[in-house]
Nanobody, 128 residues
């Protein structure tokens, strides 16, 4: 069973930065595309960013493009999300999960994850 642990969240003012980390325990994930998701209060979980390790391609939701950067360190089994120029609308619980061999469209990232066993997530709160 895939186990992930998200960390790095916190409370910041608008314009600030945070770096989220997602450590995964299953070594076989080293060649799997991994994505970041978020869920704001009262809203559905949505895909934020994805990285396909075989190609190095990265993908972002329009709402975070140019502000967030996804990266990965396979030696540490860790996925990162550098978040800069944070806005109050970025406030949410953030999660990571494997999404297949290749990243899907950002709008399709939640497909196939309805029964996924999510980690505990890490809370990001941005104040204005």
């Amino acid at each position: 069973q895939v186990q992930v642990e998200e960390s790095g969240g916190g409370a910041v003012q608008a314009g600030g930065s945070l770096r989220l980390s997602c450590t995964f325990s299953v070594l076989s994930l080293f060649d799997r595309a991994m994505g970041w998701f978020r869920q704001a209060p009262g809203k559905e979980r949505e895909g934020v960013s994805c990285l396909t390790p075989s190609t190095g391609n990265t993908y972002y939701a329009d709402s975070v493009k140019g502000r967030f950067t996804i990266s990965r360190d396979n030696d540490k089994n860790t996925l990162y999300l550098q978040m800069d120029s944070l806005k109050p609308e970025d406030t949410a619980m953030y999660y990571c999960a494997p999404v297949g061999v290749l990243c899907p469209r950002i709008s399709n990232m939640m497909r196939g994850l309805s029964g996924h066993n999510w980690g505990q997530g890490t809370q990001v709160t941005v104040s204005s």
